[in-house]
């Protein structure tokens, strides 16, 4: 019930105020008066999208495996389309709601969040699977792209494939990356 009630009230009182605020920077910065308010405007829609996923995340009633699966659906759909890159959706048969605690579901969420915008920022790629099936009492999800890959040994100075292995680690799952010319493929096994 705490939980669900903090949910509410970040909602309800914080999404409200900073509704608010993006609104008059949005109205000012269309009458000209400052070019900050456009900035301003962009922030406060960032933090707006956070905050959503911070509410998200610890309301109770989107405690099931499904709901992350579709709330990672979401973020790919509004992310990758606009970009003209194909999603490709395949989901086997899976146990009955599938439980996961807080920690479980955002770390979920946050790793695939990363693959996504990596495919958006680097990728090059025109196509994207995201798949997941259920084989030997574990649950495997993939992200696979068409893109031109990267260097795995050293891919980059980013925190993003660190911080996608910590959270993997963080719910006792295992996260593989593949990546070579012919795109790049993240793939979390959890039990």
Known sequence: MLRQNIARDL???????????????????????HEK????????????????????S???LYDSFDD??????????????PRG??????????PARIKL????????????????????KYAQADEVVFSVISQNQKTI???KDNGMGFATLNPGSGNGLNNMKTRAMAI???????SGTSGTEVILVMS
């Open 101 to 120: 605690n807080t920690t479980q579901r955002r770390h979920l969420y946050l790793i695939f969040k990363e693959a996504i915008n990596n495919i958006a």
């Open 68 to 81: 992350a699966l579709l709330k990672i659906k979401e973020f790919a759909i509004e992310i990758l389309e």
């Open 141 to 143: 999800i993939s992200i």
């Open 11 to 33: 909602h309800d009182d914080m999404g409200s105020n900073l509704s608010q605020i993006k609104i008059i920077s949005e109205m000012e910065a269309i009458k000209g008066s």
């Open 58 to 60: 610890i309301n109770p």
């Open 172 to 178: 006792g799952a295992d996260l593989y990356i593949h």
């Open 85 to 94: 890159i194909n999603l490709h959706f395949e989901a086997a048969s899976l």
């Open 37 to 56: 308010f456009a900035e301003i405007a962009e922030k406060l829609t960032e933090v707006m999208a956070t905050m959503s996923e911070i509410v998200w």
